[in-house]
């Protein structure tokens, strides 16, 4: 347990649905990460927020839509997602921004 | 650009050899360097941290800086079975970057 937790841990969803991804945190950290991690290859961040603020948007999709309201919490909202966006979505903390992330368990998505 | 390199393997090794992972990164005022341990399908673990020049040591893993040249290694020890996974190298300069990994496999 590193103290970030993501549910849920399994998703399907179609190409219309409309879900959510959450993820917490119990370490009073102040920057949460989103990352996605497709199948054997390299983590690839997709949003920063420090104290709540988001600072980094990796060119993602509007399809993607982060959330945080507080430095505890963190969601990510998922429409109309197309097949290539199933993975491995990890969700991670810090005490400040750059310093060392601990991730949560990850929630791995299946787009049909 | 930041830039963290690894080599991604496979790197082979037999149980109970020094297994040997290094990390290069182009950013010189890099502050703080980290290994990730992550099984497959699983989410990364944080097993080293190293912040100054020289080697510190955690068990059987060694984590090796040196600044000046650049690079970041992992020594792992008695390698077992269990150590196959893949190895994240991360490097803190404006933000945490990650390396694409490199993939351990201990041969029993």
């Known amino acids: 347990e590193t103290g970030v937790t993501q549910t849920p841990r399994h998703l399907v969803m179609g190409m219309t649905n409309k879900k959510s991804l959450k993820c917490e945190q119990h370490l009073g950290h102040n920057a949460m990460y989103w990352y996605k991690q497709s199948a054997k290859k390299p983590l690839e961040l997709m949003f920063v927020y420090n104290f709540k603020e988001q600072t980094e948007n990796n060119s993602v999709p509007s399809r993607f839509s982060p959330e945080c309201p507080n430095s505890s919490h963190l969601f990510l909202h998922l429409h109309t997602l197309q097949p290539e966006d199933s993975a491995l979505y990890l969700c991670?903390?810090?005490?400040?921004?750059?310093?060392?992330?601990?991730f949560g368990p990850g929630t791995r998505l299946t787009v049909l | 650009q930041k830039e963290v390199e690894q080599n991604s393997g496979p790197l082979s090794v037999p149980e109970g050899a020094i297994a040997s992972l290094n990390c290069t990164y182009s950013d010189r005022v890099s502050q703080s360097f980290f290994w990730y341990r992550q099984y497959s399908g699983k989410s990364p673990e944080l097993i080293m941290s190293?912040?100054?020049?020289g080697d510190k040591e955690d068990g059987r893993f060694t984590a090796q800086l040196n600044k000046a040249s650049q690079y970041v290694s992992l020594l792992i020890r008695d390698s077992q079975p269990s150590d196959s996974a893949t190895y994240l190298c991360?490097?803190?300069?404006?933000?945490?970057?990650f390396g694409k990994g490199t993939h351990l496999i201990i041969q029993p």
């Open positions: 991360a490097v803190r300069a404006d933000g945490l970057t």
């Open positions: 190293i912040y100054s020049n």
């Open positions: 991670a903390s810090s005490q400040e921004w750059g310093n060392e992330q601990f």
